[in-house]
């Protein structure tokens, strides 16, 4: 499979996808993704789309929880 963004090679592998959804970050590691070797750019199945939705909505099954730091752009200081 070529890259729609770039036209590079595209192989199979797992990701750890992170989502947003409200005011909150879900992350979901190992998920089957066909993924540009160039940019990075993914896709999923329809079934794996599904499923990722259908997790994110249900937030049940938690491997385990961790800290994010947060920052924000405005208060970073240019070097």
Wanted: net charge negative.
């Amino acid at each position: 499979m070529q890259c729609l963004v770039c036209h590079h090679t595209m192989t199979n592998r797992s990701i750890t996808l992170d989502l947003r959804v409200g005011e909150e970050l879900i992350v979901i590691e190992e998920v089957p993704a066909t993924v540009c070797e160039n940019c990075g750019d993914h896709v999923f199945t329809p079934e794996v789309t599904r499923q990722v939705q259908a997790t994110a909505k249900a937030r049940k099954q938690v491997a385990r929880t961790m800290v994010v730091p947060v920052f924000s752009y405005e208060s970073l200081s240019v070097p």
